[in-house]
């Protein structure tokens, strides 16, 4: 299901307004914005954004493997190095699409089938390339489960076609404000269900 797609569709065509959108040069613009999706009765996401920016580019991601603090030789061992660069053959196809920036803060929490909350997305900015099914969450990513846990990074890529997200930042695992563990990078290929990262230090796990 192309969840990031429908996101962004419904945010204009059934979101609560707060404050105005107007267009300029076809350049789409809103403050703030609130939405929910239904599936078969079933809640799939609420989004809260401000300072939304919407306009349609030919794009071309040039995305690759932009190493922080992953140990380059152990990845390229690793079968993450393959289904990655399969992802980011498709990802850096050249072609128009919506791009849409939130510059001041968006929140997105992802819903089971059951309606039970799967986990909340934070970040002080981010883009979404509406025909690719990526969001590229910038500064202050901040990923909490119903259970106190919360993973923080600087950068997050969520290709939600393929339910992939990665990062090749640090990130840090807390409980409250307890530090239960740091690694390297982050790689899950179910939306956050498991994930994996390098050079842990701690017990990183978010279900505990």
Known sequence: MKLILLIFLLTFLTCEKKSSNYNMSNV????????YYFENE???FSLN?????????????NISHNFFCVDEDYFYTDSIYKILD?????????TFSEII??????????????????????????????????????NNVVISSPNNRSLHTNNLFWDSYNQVMWTYDSIIVKNIDTIQGRGCGLFSFDNLNNFKTFGVKGKVNLED
């Open 28 to 35: 789409e613009f809103a403050e703030e914005m609130q939405t």
């Open 42 to 44: 079933n809640m799939v």
């Open 49 to 61: 954004a401000r300072r939304m920016q919407k306009e349609t580019q030919n794009i071309n991601l």
């Open 86 to 94: 399969s992802i980011f053959l498709k990802l850096n196809e050249q």
């Open 101 to 138: 920036n939130f510059s001041s803060g968006v929140s997105l929490d992802y819903f089971e089938d059951n309606n039970k909350l799967s986990f909340n997305i934070k970040s002080n900015e981010a883009v979404q390339y509406v025909e690719k099914d990526l969001i590229h969450l910038k």
